[in-house]
């Protein structure tokens, strides 16, 4: 075993359907019932769905009217992000008072270090205390899963849902992981579940078995890190959570402009980079603040808080609302800026909880356009004008990151 793992303890916490269950906090009625949350128009789709509705094969991410028609009925909830930001915040406080190192990939699931906890706690007996303290303090369920690395605890979490736990001791890692479907490996999706099944593949005790070298020919560098993690190898770190994280654009005009047409495609230009950023870094924004530096240096700012969002539409028709009400005096510009703060990691990369199926369907097929022809490859016809902007840098989870200035 390689000297690294050997020595890591990885609890891995998921709230259980969590939309559903802050919808129940609130409404006992809607316990033991078939619930859904997501947009509830004929063409929304489903952000979360209880475990009654989850036998009818119902996942979030379906159209909200396919997942009716499986489970007539199902009750439909819009969901409210701002209820959805507060329970999160609240265990997002409990986990930091308990644990040094944590970090939090989504607004619903946390990855805890409690590496070296043994020898004063028990790394187990730790966990069920935080989960015992998370239900008692919320009313929430949740599950965990304690392990040697993210990847196994992730699975083993997976496994222990709805509301319990597992353990996968030190060194029964690949027994425990064997005789699973290979979609519960975590970058495994539908797609590449597909492949696998065509190539004869369907447990992961069968990845274990092949060649590396096989998966390696068929799949690439993807097919390496599947191996790798069937057979219970993952040596990525848990990485710090912090707060507060942001993205932004600024530019600096060579020359003071008061083109306001002008200055609104550059705004719409910056709001399709930074939703894109966004969507490739799986985050959300919830908070959208507009930048107008004057000629005589005087900067203002505007900011509105929004629900949590990544898609293009949303964050420019922010943008646009917040410039009306910002430029207001009428001079030269010298510098203007867009930047998303209050950023969360976010499982879905768009608002389920109002846009289409369509929408979605649009949003992933340009995205894939820019990842493999580059990132000005899709643009609005609005934001043709602008002069291309400089790429964000990845996101790191670790700390702020702003976009360099760059002058037209």
Known sequence: MNSITAHKTVAHFDLDSFFVSVERLGNSALLNKPILVGGTSSRGVVASCSYETRK???HSGMP???????????IAIKGDSSRYSKYSNIITEIIKEEVPLFEKPSIDEFYLDLSGMDRFFGCFKLSNHLRDKIIKETGLPISFGLSINKTVAKVATGEAKPN????VSRGTEKPFLSPLAVNKIPMVGQKTALTLNRMGVKKIKTLQEMPIEL????????????WKKANGIDHSPVVNYQERKSISLERTFQK??????????????????LAYQLRQGNKLSACITVKIRYSDFNTYTLQKRIPYTSNDHSIIKITKELFDKLYNRRLLVRLIGLKCSHLVGGGHQINLFEDSEEIIKLYQAMDKMRQRFGSHVVKRAVSMEAKTLGRANPFNGTAPMIMAHRRA
């Open 256 to 273: 003071d402009t008061i083109d306001v047409t002008k200055l609104r495609e550059l705004l719409i230009a910056m709001a399709e980079n």
């Open 56 to 58: 009818f094969g119902i």
């Open 64 to 74: 909200m009217r396919m997942a009716l028609q499986l489970c007539p009925q199902a």
């Open 215 to 226: 998966l390696e020919k068929a799949m690439g560098k993807t097919g390496s890190s599947i």
């Open 164 to 167: 319990n736990k597992i353990e």
